[in-house]
T-cell receptor
Framework: DQQVKQNSPSLSVQEGRISILNCDYT??????FLWYKKYPAEGPTFLIS???IKDKNEDGRFTVFLNKSAKHLSLHIVPSQPGDSAVYFC????????????WGLGTSLAVNP | KAGVTQTPRYLIKTRGQQVTLSCSPI?????VSWYQQTPGQGLQFLFE???????NKGNFPGRFSGRQFSNSRSEMNVSTLELGDSALYLC??????????????FGPGTRLTVL
């Protein structure tokens, strides 16, 4: 059972526009969320995170929004750049299970010049 | 600071063989986690080691095992390899300073192909 779901396997946007990547979760025990970016032949790299006590966290072009009531979070990239083309993973920490990280399946983002 | 290193980067084995993968975490990091990544299943958590003890374990059969040494370096072993074990095996380290923000730093992975 996938507790962290990224329902869009892929997304394509034009350079300069906004990219919105979505993530849904089912476990109310998750209280910390992270986004990772992965290029081919490399391991994932940490991008941005958000605690469940917040509803927004911003870092440069990247903003993560959290809607706890809907168990939904999203990553906004503005403006999108071709170098942002990668697979984006959403992950959640289960504070009630020894802080195990639970991962989504990823969304492949393609930013077209 | 050097990043997480994994050896070997690529490995080809046949069914029934066993394999050992190695991971050296970032200096000062005490927690090491292992993941299996396959196209259809995403990142699947294998286990986490902290101070030479396995602290967390995913839902993998006993053929998958690991250990951590006193210098925090870790190895994982897969015995009696099956075709379905073909995957990218990722190692991640974190400082694990007690905070909830368990940012993990990943190595490049070991690509295992089982023929």
């Amino acid at each position: 059972d996938q507790q962290v779901k990224q329902n869009s396997p892929s997304l394509s946007v034009q350079e300069g526009r906004i990219s919105i990547l979505n993530c849904d979760y089912t476990n109310s025990m998750f209280d910390y969320f992270l986004w990772y970016k992965k290029y081919p032949a490399e391991g994932p790299t940490f991008l941005i995170s958000i605690s469940s006590i917040k509803d927004k966290n911003e870092d440069g072009r990247f903003t993560v929004f959290l809607n706890k009531s809907a168990k939904h979070l999203s990553l906004h990239i503005v403006p999108s750049q071709p170098g942002d083309s990668a697979v984006y993973f959403c992950a959640a920490i289960n504070a009630g299970n020894n802080r195990k990280l639970i991962w989504g399946l990823g969304t492949s983002l393609a930013v077209n010049p | 600071k050097a990043g997480v290193t994994q050896t070997p980067r690529y490995l080809i084995k046949t069914r029934g063989q066993q394999v050992t993968l190695s991971c050296s975490p970032i200096s000062g990091h005490r927690s090491v986690s292992w993941y299996q990544q396959t196209p259809g299943q995403g990142l699947q958590f294998l286990f986490e080691y902290f101070s030479e003890t396995q602290r967390n374990k995913g839902n993998f059969p006993g053929r998958f095992s690991g250990r951590q040494f006193s210098n925090s370096r870790s190895e994982m072993n897969v015995s009696t390899l099956e075709l379905g074990d073909s995957a990218l095996y990722l190692c991640a380290s974190s400082p694990h300073n007690g905070g909830i923000s368990d940012t993990q730093y990943f190595g490049p992975g070991t690509r295992l192909t089982v023929l």
